[in-house]
């Protein structure tokens, strides 16, 4: 019995034979269709925040958040707004740390020995 064909195989039958010319043999590998992913979702920009941006429960907990605080909805979104600048103010102005490079360990001492001709 033979093995059927796939597709793939009686559309274009050169691409069924290895680079020598012969035909290939076993099961044939059909591609899986490329699935388009979308790309990562880049940072929101930190929008202003009023009260009219708002969904009706949002309001409702900033309004008690704010009543907590002492200050009014307007004034409590402001004062967010604020150190959200400033926050971000400060990471951009913020400097990283950077280590001092560790030295090998003993497999990578070991796997650089190897590397190195015999002479050295």
């Known amino acids: ?6 597709n793939a195989q009686t ?3 050169a691409a069924n034979e ?3 010319g012969k035909p290939l ?3 044939p590998v059909v591609a899986k269709p490329a699935i388009a992913k979308s790309p990562p979702a880049a940072p929101a920009a930190a929008k202003p925040v009023n009260a009219k941006s ?3 429960g949002q309001r409702v907990y900033e309004a008690k958040r704010a009543a907590k605080a002492g200050m009014s909805l307007d004034k409590w ?4 707004e604020r150190e959200r600048e400033a926050e971000a103010r400060a990471k951009l102005k913020a400097v990283p740390v950077v280590k001092p490079a560790k030295p090998p360990g003993l497999l990578g001492r ?6 190195r001709p015999f002479g050295s």
């Open 1 to 6: 019995m033979k093995p059927q064909k796939t």
């Open 110 to 115: 070991l796997l650089e020995r190897a590397q």
């Open 18 to 20: 290895a680079p020598t």
């Open 77 to 80: 979104l402001a004062s967010k």
């Open 54 to 56: 708002l969904t009706e």
């Open 25 to 27: 043999t076993g099961t």
């Open 11 to 13: 559309a274009n039958p």
